[in-house]
């Protein structure tokens, strides 16, 4: 099992405010995904990074691979309402890209 | 896009019987599908791979005997719980890549989830 480690678990703020989620692990991972979960669904992608170094762009969501494929981050410009959920990272092994194991999770709650 | 189904979303049994949960991928074939286990408010736990055709592959610490698995077509994986308890009680989501969509771009498929209650 290769752990990732999300911080912080828990983040409220104001509709507005800019946001940093991290995800991190000391193995290397051959990509790692980015999803948005709502209470009883089942997690909905937002972003694969594969590319060390990668850095993508998804309207207010910002996503960047370490150069090292050992961590990422989502950064969220202005949040909104509509932004809460529970964000969860996912990376897939270098010798199994497949298989993914999940991080820790982050429960976001933007307040309007 | 493709889609995961999940069956059933709930469902509520007694300890001592047998659960079984099913997924299907509706518009591809998936030789690989996973199951994990959410408990409230958590992440997800990757209890076992799927292997269509072959037996299944189970994390460390998961019971296989409690939790069979079998994948007997390229559409359909099925995860029992057997002698069910109230610990068993979770979120059970499974999942699935379409292998048309690329080897690493391509996104986890879930289902909807299954909220497991023991009583």
């Known amino acids: 099992t290769q752990l990732l480690e999300q911080s912080p678990q828990f983040l409220s703020i104001q509709e507005g405010e800019n946001l940093t989620v991290y995800c991190n692990s000391s193995?290397?991972?051959?990509?790692l995904q980015w999803y948005r979960q709502e209470p009883g669904e089942g997690p909905v992608l937002l972003v694969t990074?594969?590319?060390?170094?990668e850095v993508k762009k998804l309207k207010r969501l910002t996503f960047q691979f370490g150069d090292a494929r050992k961590d990422s981050s989502l950064h969220i410009t202005a949040a909104q309402p509509g932004d809460t959920g529970l964000y969860l990272c996912a990376g897939a092994g270098v010798y199994n890209f497949n298989k993914f194991y999940f991080g820790s999770g982050t429960k976001l709650n933007v307040k309007p | 896009g493709a889609v995961v189904s999940q069956h059933p979303s709930r469902v509520i049994c007694k300890s001592g019987t047998s659960v079984k949960i099913e997924c299907r991928s509706l518009d591809f074939q998936a030789t690989t599908m996973f199951w994990y286990r959410q408990f409230p408010k958590k992440s997800l736990m990757l209890m076992a791979t799927s292997n269509e055709g072959s037996k299944a592959t189970y994390e460390q610490g998961v019971e296989k005997d409690k939790f069979l698995i079998n994948h007997a077509s390229l559409t359909l994986s099925t995860l029992t719980v057997t002698s069910a308890h109230p610990e068993d009680s979770s979120f059970y989501i499974c999942?699935?890549?379409?292998?048309?969509?690329?080897?690493?771009?391509?996104?986890?498929?879930f289902g909807n989830g299954t909220r497991l209650t023991v009583t």
């Open positions: 990074v594969v590319t060390g170094g």
């Open positions: 193995s290397v991972f051959s990509s």
């Open positions: 999942s699935a890549r379409d292998p048309g969509q690329g080897k690493y771009n391509s996104p986890l498929h």
